[in-house]
């Protein structure tokens, strides 16, 4: 747990799964065929307070919801990318393109599509309902399942340890 700790304290970046990390995995199909999902209110708050204190928070996802990608900017994320078919390659891109450092990379996942990326990231961490190989791949798995405040979960412990929970942030929405 105390390496766990002291990787909190290097983290400037979120890397967050949709489906399963975000939601809870349900999509919902309209008879039309639009599709829905619900994201959790206190995710959101934590994410937008991530964006606030100045981390980067990204998003890697293989699904194309137009509606997610709505909510992440509504929260403030701007790098979205949907759609991606092979997450590791588009991490690297992203490392590349924003100067960042692996190590300083906190990623969240719940599937198979998710391990390339997770290897790469310095602080692999899931949701508590994650799949089998992706809870042995991570350093800390939420207490917490997907869509039920797993996001929360790390975001407030990166902030917690590193003193910008209680910000001035944190008290305007």
Known sequence: MESFLNKLKDITTFIF??????????????????????????DGYAIQLAVKCGYQVCVISGSRSK?????????????????????????KVYLEEKATHASNVLYMGDDIPDLGAMHLA????????????????????SPYAGGKGCARDVIEKVLKIQ??????QAYSW
């Open 122 to 141: 310095g602080l692999p961490t899931c949701p508590a309902d994650a799949v089998e190989e992706i809870k042995a791949a991570s350093q800390y798995v």
């Open 17 to 42: 799964d949709v489906d399963g990390v975000l939601t809870d995995g349900s999509v919902f199909v309209a008879e039309n065929g639009e599709q829905s999902r619900a994201f959790n209110i206190k």
């Open 67 to 91: 509606s997610a990608v709505y909510r992440l900017n509504s929260l403030g994320v701007t790098d979205v990318y949907m759609g991606t078919h092979t997450k590791t390659e588009r991490l």
């Open 163 to 168: 003193g910008k929970w209680m910000s001035e």
